[in-house]
């Protein structure tokens, strides 16, 4: 393990911490450097708050001194998506619609962050409201892959990704609808974890589509992704979808996974995830890691979901009509930008919403609020968004019977590495595709998580490998994914990042 900070895993940095080897005011200030050093070419971040963030520090530092960590990770430097709220730091979404809003409160699993006593350092930037597969339709740029910064870093949390994938944080929050913290993870070679549906709290964060939404970790190893998950999940009151039980012991979970032990695991392998229209690359590495599990003791069999080819289609309706409805806040009339339509003297409320809504929605949530309110409307509500929810209910059922015959699922997590900036931009169904194989576990409520499978052959670039849980069973995920990433460790003398080629990661901190 390197000695830069910066490059040291959140674990290893908090037993620094706990050994009093180094300090979190160190460690922030290391991270700060770096987002100096990196951010111009990376652009990971839409605010950094280093002020707030070295006083965090000092804080914690003032904790461990005493004695009293607030927790494990207590210390630890994290970045936040720009889509849940920090009271006091600005919370655009990646719109210009909330340019300058700062909200008066934070969202639950920033609250338990500063509970916990990690310093946050920043917001990372993101597609609008979370719409997209590149973070690509940020109203403040897009955000650079570390790996080929001509290349995209996933959407929508390709902010987060990026941070962690860049070295500029340890950890990250982001948020997955329908892929968007494991299809990021997947081409910049980190690791993402979409838990159970409600097993983190949702309030706070500013809601897409309410039935898809959850919070999850982003991180470089299994471990940091289990240590980040602990400190955030558990019900909320506040949030009438969390679940009122405990989250399962998912640190525990990996330390039997990392002993290489998977002996009476079944691994089923998703027949309709796989084939005609994945990189080769990428299939290729999906297969030598199924191979790994399977010299680990795991015995690995094929399922068929049928229902899951239908899961785009019907994503792409729900989804939608439920962005639709939440966008409809945004009026003009009680906070973000209030735009007068020019020529107009004494314009009516409707003008000022319509200029307002045309000035500060992006084209790719203007098409989706199109076309949501589109299928919710009158005469048209059963034929779309209500047949969309029946194959919603078919995928939940080819997930049930899959999980008699297997305990986990897994796929590759992209059918792609990433592609390059702006080759998509102009097809948004084959920006929508990027989604295929993460979209399903969103639509049924289970767990994902996606960790590098290695480089694909053609570009030299990350490819993801996922592994889905029944829900509530997130333990599952981290067990498979601790063991699976030791192995590969092992074959790779290393972590996977030790081999990105850009931004002079060996010579900054």
């Not at 998506?81 to 600005?90: H, R």
């Not at 870093?153 to 929050?173: D, H, N, R, T, Y």
């Not at 240590?227 to 399962?248: M, W, Y």
């Not at 005469?379 to 049930?400: E, H, N, P, S």
Request: with cysteine; proline share 6%; charged share 20%.
């Amino acid at each position: 393990m390197s000695d830069t900070p910066t490059r040291r895993s959140a674990a290893d940095l908090a037993a620094d911490l706990a050994s009093g080897a180094t300090t979190s005011v160190a460690l922030t200030r290391a991270h700060l450097d770096r987002v100096d050093a990196v951010e111009g070419a990376v652009h990971a971040f839409l605010h950094v708050d280093a002020e707030g963030a070295l006083a965090q520090a000092a804080a914690s530092d003032e904790r461990r001194a005493a004695g009293r960590p607030a927790s494990a990770l207590d210390g630890v430097p994290v970045a936040v998506k720009d889509v849940l709220a920090t009271q006091g730091l600005p919370t655009t979404c990646g719109s210009k619609i909330l340019e300058g809003w700062i909200p008066p409160y934070d969202a639950t699993v920033v609250a338990r962050l500063k509970a916990g006593g990690l310093p946050i350092l920043g917001k990372t930037n993101m597609d609008e409201f979370a719409m997209g597969s590149s973070t690509e339709h940020s109203a403040y740029g897009p955000t650079h892959n570390p790996w080929d910064l001509d290349r995209i870093p996933g959407g929508s949390g390709g902010g987060s990704a990026a941070a962690v994938a860049a070295f500029e944080a340890p950890l990250a929050l982001g948020t997955d609808t329908g892929g968007s913290i494991r299809q990021p993870g997947a081409v910049t070679g980190t690791v993402g974890m979409k838990p159970t549906y409600g097993g983190v709290s949702r309030y706070g964060l500013v809601a897409m589509a309410n039935s898809l939404d959850q919070v999850g970790p982003v991180t470089r190893t299994v471990r940091d992704a289990a240590l980040l998950h602990q400190l955030i999940a558990g019900h909320d009151p506040r949030d009438s979808t969390s679940v009122d039980q405990p989250a399962p012991d998912l640190l525990a979970a990996v330390e039997q996974g990392a002993t290489g032990d998977l002996a009476g695991l079944r691994v089923g392998v998703i027949r309709e995830l796989g084939g005609e229209g994945y990189q080769a690359g990428v299939l290729s590495r999906f297969t030598e890691a199924l191979e790994l599990l399977t010299q680990a003791g795991a015995e690995v069999v094929e399922v068929s979901c049928p229902s899951f080819v239908h899961a785009l289609a019907a994503y792409y309706l729900v989804m939608p009509c439920e962005a639709s409805s939440n966008l409809a806040k945004f009026d003009a009339m009680r906070y973000g930008l209030r735009v007068r339509p020019d020529g107009v003297d004494d314009p009516s409320a409707e003008e000022v919403m319509r200029a307002s809504r045309d000035a500060g929605f992006g084209d790719e949530v203007k098409r989706r609020i199109i076309l949501g309110t589109y299928a919710l409307s009158s005469g048209y509500y059963d034929a779309y968004y209500g047949q969309a929810q029946k194959v919603r209910t078919l995928i939940q059922r080819d997930f049930a019977a899959a999980f008699e015959t297997a305990d986990v699922l897994v796929s590759p997590t992209a059918p792609t590495t990433a592609f390059r900036l702006g080759e998509k931009l102009d097809d948004p169904l084959a920006m929508y595709l990027n989604d295929l194989a993460t979209i399903p576990a969103n639509l049924a409520g289970v767990p994902g998580l996606s960790l590098p499978s290695g480089l694909a052959d053609e570009d030299g670039l990350p490819a993801g490998f996922q592994v889905l849980a029944p829900a509530l069973a997130d333990d599952r995920c981290y067990r498979v994914g601790a063991a699976l990433e030791a192995a590969l460790e092992r074959q790779w003398g290393g972590s996977l990042l030790d081999r990105a080629p850009t931004l002079d990661l060996e010579g900054t901190r």
